[in-house]
């Protein structure tokens, strides 16, 4: 039987894959965080004093709304900013659901791969050789059909020089 530790990490890790669909693709967890305790060190007292900051910075102003949008689809989050952890607890917490976040992001990835395989090999005329939904190898820039797609627009994939 998991251990109440054990319980909590796999909650915060479960927890950490919505915010790759919910709240930012790329941000993590900590640097959210981070930009919250910017606006509390520039002096808001409150949340509501907090959203009222605004940087000239457009990244800044963008991170904090993601902490926003964490505080509402992660409220274990809300927890952990208001308890009295020390650092390194926060800093394994944060770790554990960017994990989550981080592995919600390769599944989907993974899944899109195959997706992507299946629309390929369903083109008139079929791709040759095949492209395989389990086999990286031939893929990418080594197949004139994948390759293709990953080629740059402003490069032309059959001029070959």
Excluded at 145 to 154: A, E, H, I, K, Q
């Amino acid at each position: 039987m998991p251990t109440a530790s054990e319980k909590t990490t796999k909650n915060h890790t479960l927890e950490g894959r919505v915010i790759r669909r919910l709240v930012c693709l790329t941000e993590r967890v900590d640097d959210m965080v981070a930009e919250f305790d910017r606006h509390v060190a520039l002096g808001a007292s409150d949340t509501s004093e907090a959203d009222a900051l605004e940087s000239s910075d457009p990244i800044e102003n963008r991170r904090y709304r993601t902490y926003k949008k964490l505080l509402v689809w992660c409220p274990s989050v809300r927890k952990l900013v208001q308890s009295s952890a020390d650092s390194f607890e926060l800093a394994e917490l944060y770790s554990k659901l960017n994990r989550g976040a981080d592995a919600a992001r390769a599944d989907d990835t993974m899944s899109l791969k195959f997706i992507i395989t299946v629309w390929l090999m369903q083109m008139v005329p079929t791709p040759k050789p095949s492209i395989q939904c389990r086999d990286k190898s031939g893929c990418g820039f080594y197949h004139d059909v994948t390759g293709r797609l990953l080629c740059p627009v402003d490069y032309n994939w059959n001029d070959a020089t």
